[in-house]
């Protein structure tokens, strides 16, 4: 970890937080620079007209962002720093063409989203909340659960292996699982038993459970459609730990509602928090509320090199984890 610059330095910069963080994030910054906590600001426009210029730092997340309007109307912006790893609701061809440095938390939230996307690949196929469920209910005592089934010697088609692909990938091998992957490129420093494939809908043919794990943004929306959904067929899953953009939620509602899909593992919706209705009453689906990189030493991990973004660029004019 480098060195904090002196609170002296940093209590004169102007920053803009996007919407709350954590709070131990929040007071760590707070004490240390002049913070305007957006989401509060009743008059956004008036604030933009009179404190705008002075504004030098955007602190947001994956989820809050930061879009082209807001870029574009502070004038001194010299960086984005972002809590997580996607960065899609941020403007980036805005902050290039503004020159503006933009930061993510990439690398230190990879195993937990990898056991997220294990914990919901275990979760739908050994049907684990719908047999909590049947305990809870009383049900025991007077009737059979029935039977889930194994991920060992099944077929586990990641799509997208970068960093936590890779890690899932990792995971689902101890399970005893054949792994298979696409990539906008084939990856030549994986394992060579890694079978590559390269489009989602021959991956889907040739997987049992498709496991997401691309960025979110234009290039990947909708790329879990109805032919790939009919593709990984009826004793398939989906299991989604990246965006909700990247599946056709109203295909994917239908594909499990037709049973043409087996089930599904979701911790991530296209809406979000808006949950499709029609998913409530159906037991093969495990929802989560996008808490996969949600643990207290991850989570802790995030902040700490958001903070270390923001003290770096502004006591060096470096980034640790620069996206653009
Ligand atoms: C965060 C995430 O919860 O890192 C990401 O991209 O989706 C999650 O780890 C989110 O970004 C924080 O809002």
């Known amino acids: 970890m480098t060195a904090k610059p002196s609170p002296e330095s940093t209590a004169s910069i102007d920053l803009l937080m996007a919407g709350p963080l954590l709070p131990g994030l929040m007071a760590d910054i707070e004490s240390r620079y002049r913070v305007h906590r957006w989401w509060e600001i009743k008059d956004q426009a008036a604030f933009l007209e009179t404190q705008g210029p002075a504004i030098r730092g955007i602190v947001t997340s994956g989820r809050f962002g930061a879009d082209k309007a807001l870029i574009e ?29 933009v930061s993510n938390t990439p690398g230190v939230l990879d195993d937990c989203v990898a056991d997220t996307a294990l914990a919901l690949m275990l979760a739908a196929s050994r049907r684990i909340v719908e047999a909590d469920r049947f305990v809870r209910a009383g ?13 060992g010697g099944k077929r586990c088609g990641v799509v997208g292996l970068g960093n936590i692909g890779l890690q ?17 490129r084939q990856r030549s420093d994986v394992p ?24 979110g943004g234009a290039q990947t929306r909708h790329m879990i459609d109805a032919p790939v959904l009919e593709a990984l067929g009826p004793q398939g899953f989906l299991i989604n730990v990246a965006r909700g953009t990247v599946v056709d939620e109203t295909a994917l509602v239908k594909a499990l ?20 209705a029609e998913l409530m009453s ?7 509320p996008h808490i996969a990189s949600g643990t207290f030493e ?11 973004n923001l003290d ?13």
């Open 139 to 151: 049900r025991w005592p007077n009737e059979g659960f029935g039977l889930g089934r194994k991920i």
């Open 73 to 101: 109307s502070l004038p001194a912006l010299e960086t984005i720093v972002s809590f997580g790893v996607g960065y899609d609701p941020i403007d980036i061809a805005t902050a290039q063409a503004r020159n503006v440095a």
């Open 312 to 324: 770096a660029w502004f006591s060096r004019r470096e980034l640790l984890t620069r996206v653009v």
């Open 192 to 215: 060579a038993n890694y079978a590559y494939h390269a489009d989602v809908l021959s991956l889907a043919q040739a997987s049992d459970y498709l496991v997401l794990a691309v960025p």
């Open 282 to 288: 159906l037991d093969q689906v495990v929802m989560l």
């Open 298 to 308: 991850t989570r802790k991990a995030m902040a700490d090199l958001v903070v270390e």
């Open 257 to 276: 509602q037709a049973k043409t899909i087996a089930g599904a593992g979701l911790d991530v919706f296209e809406f979000e928090p808006q949950v499709p």
């Open 168 to 184: 899932i990938a990792r995971r689902a091998e101890a399970f005893g699982m054949d792994i298979a992957y696409y990539n906008r």
